[in-house]
């Protein structure tokens, strides 16, 4: 069963060293000697940043391009004039800071997830553990269903204790849909598919919104805030505070994602890799902690329905370039996810075909 002991607690209890818990193995720590998901040395490198791209652009060539580049390398990126009002930007991390750190610990328990299912609605700390060995994150989340709106009850969110809660996330829910369907059109255009192909084959969206909460940690070089993984989904859309911990692996590097606090960051998912036949690749990304302040995010998950049938898009597939996944149905994929746990893109690869 999960402890009631969230890490934030841990630390305002003054724990001067990291519960044996949630110390990494040697390999996983955040260190210039730190290893990716086939045990490669993978150092870190703070002098690049994932590309930066205006959704203004009015010249479509450019904006497609951009996007072509950044989809086929990065599988991350940030974008700005993306149309969500910036104030409503600060507003959700002025709510999800607010629960944090202005409630007390019994009232946040009130809102306590159901760690007996895997990603269950509410305020929690393992969302990603696979089983009971498996190493804990430095990390307290409150999770929240948001789309289709059949899934939607505010009335499981703190509103009680933040009055202005369930507006706020409702609005930043509805904002980040469009954003989500404005950039799965985009990403087909940039492959030469329609603009709806994307957003046709991932189907009605199942949101998720994840605010995350990276407390200070005695010793960082032990521990991370969030294990290396790929999201299983579509399209993640991602807000950062202004203290650094997000990582993205490229090219065997941990590139830390520099925090602009007018963007958002674009972060592609496995389903993606997938549609695209692996032109595209979902990002494998990370949270570092670090010692002296508290770092917070807004994760929003865009996901197909559990039935859904992901397979690449025919229209490219061709003897230049085979067929390289098998069809997949949504909800086994995030069982397979859940059950056997992310360790980078491990259930992915497992839909590979043999070239």
């Known amino acids: 069963m999960e402890p009631l002991v969230r890490v934030q607690n841990l630390v305002q209890s003054g724990v001067s060293q990291v519960p044996r818990q949630y110390i990494q193995p ?22 690049i940043n994932i590309p930066l791209i205006d959704l203004s652009n009015p010249n479509d060539t450019i904006l497609l391009d ?3 580049h950044a989809c086929r ?5 940030h974008v700005i004039n993306h149309g969500v009002p ?13 629960f944090f750190e202005g409630c007390p610990l019994t009232d946040k328990l009130e809102y306590a997830c159901d ?49 202005n ?12 849909k469009l954003l989500c369907e404005k950039l799965l059109g985009f990403i087909s255009e940039s492959l030469g598919l329609t603009s709806s192909y994307m957003k046709d084959a991932v189907g009605e969206l199942y ?63 496995d389903q993606t890799q997938i549609l695209t036949n692996g032109e595209y690749i979902s990002a494998i990304h990370r949270a570092i902690t670090n010692a002296s302040r508290a770092r917070l995010s807004v994760a929003t998950f865009h996901d197909p329905a559990k039935t859904v049938k992901i397979s690449p898009a025919s ?38 075909l043999d070239s």
């Open 26 to 47: 040697l390999e996983s720590r955040p260190n210039n000697h730190s290893h990716d998901q086939n045990n490669n040395h993978t150092p870190q490198s703070s002098n």
């Open 66 to 68: 951009s996007i072509r």
């Open 73 to 77: 390398e990065w599988g991350a990126f």
């Open 86 to 98: 910036l104030k409503l930007l600060h507003d959700v991390r002025h709510v999800g800071r607010s």
């Open 115 to 163: 760690n007996a299912s895997a990603a269950s609605e509410g305020y929690g700390s393992k969302l990603l553990v696979a089983n009971d060995d498996t190493v804990l994150d430095w990390r307290d989340y409150f999770d929240h269903h948001t789309l289709p709106l059949s899934r939607r009850n505010p009335s499981r969110w703190p509103s009680k204790l933040i009055p």
């Open 165 to 176: 809660y369930g507006k706020v996330l409702c609005d930043y829910s509805d904002e980040m």
């Open 207 to 269: 949101q998720n919104i994840t605010i995350s909460y990276y407390p200070p940690c005695p010793q960082p070089e032990l521990t991370l805030g969030l294990q290396p993984h790929s999201d299983f989904g579509a399209l993640t859309l991602l807000i950062q505070d202004d203290v650094e911990g997000l990582q993205v692996l490229k090219d065997g590097h941990w590139v830390t994602v520099q925090p602009l606090s007018e963007a958002i960051v674009v972060i592609l998912s």
């Open 315 to 352: 229209e490219l597939v061709s003897k230049s370039s085979l067929l390289r996944y098998r069809q997949v149905v949504y909800g086994d994929y995030v069982s397979s996810w859940y059950t056997k746990g992310p360790e980078g893109k491990r259930n992915l690869d497992a839909l590979l």
